[in-house]
């Protein structure tokens, strides 16, 4: 077995009957990872998007997770207020079978980083109602975890690359490091 360690496990609880829709998150996420920072306004470009449905009064923040290599085999349906959704519209992971969470521009995966740097989320931040509350814990883990993190991230790079090209790739990744 191996050494123990102890890592931070930072996510975010959505509280939808909070939210109203009114797409802060949305905003201050894009301008935060805009290059250069703040330098522009895009929530197409946001790590959160909020499915909305305003007639019905429905808003469902959803923040990017992982990226999947392909897209999953489940289709279950939900229902909010009589109207059905796909199970695809509250999916965290960037995926090939549909247009959230990825670049506009050059159709790279987007993925929340917690606005690394920052103290606290700015969305959370930035939601007014406390939709979005910011939640660390502290878990224990395998050092040989870690490292299938690392082999995981490599995989995940690599899969990239030879779906994006690497070219594209580095430039999107030279891009983004510009953005202080
Ligand atoms: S900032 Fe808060 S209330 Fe506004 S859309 Fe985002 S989660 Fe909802
Ligand atoms: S934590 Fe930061 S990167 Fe993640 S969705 Fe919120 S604003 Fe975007």
Not at 19 to 36: D, K, L, M, Q, T
Not at 55 to 81: Q, S
Not at 115 to 141: F, M, N, Q, S
Request: glycine share 4%; hydrophobic share 30%; proline share 4%.
């Amino acid at each position: 077995m191996g050494d123990k360690k102890k890592k931070i496990i930072k996510t975010i609880n959505i509280d939808v009957n909070q939210c109203n829709g009114c797409r802060a998150c949305e905003v201050i996420c894009s301008c935060f990872h805009a290059a250069p920072k703040y330098s522009s306004n895009n929530p197409a470009r946001s790590r959160i998007r909020v499915v909305r449905d305003p007639l019905r009064d429905v808003y469902v923040p959803v923040y990017a997770g992982e990226y999947a290599v392909a897209e999953c085999a489940g289709r279950d349906k939900y229902t909010i207020d009589g109207k059905e959704y796909d199970e695809c519209s509250f999916c965290r992971a960037s995926c090939p079978s549909r247009d959230e969470f990825k670049e506009p521009d050059s159709g790279l995966p987007l993925k929340c980083d917690m606005c690394e740097g920052e103290e606290e989320p700015l969305c959370v931040k930035w939601c007014l109602v406390d939709a979005l509350t910011y939640k660390e814990r502290e878990e224990e883990i395998e050092e040989d975890d870690e490292k299938e993190d690392r082999e995981e991230l490599e995989i995940g790079l690599e899969s990239l690359a030879s779906k994006y090209g690497l070219e594209k790739l580095m430039d999107s990744v030279a891009r983004l490091s510009k953005k202080d």
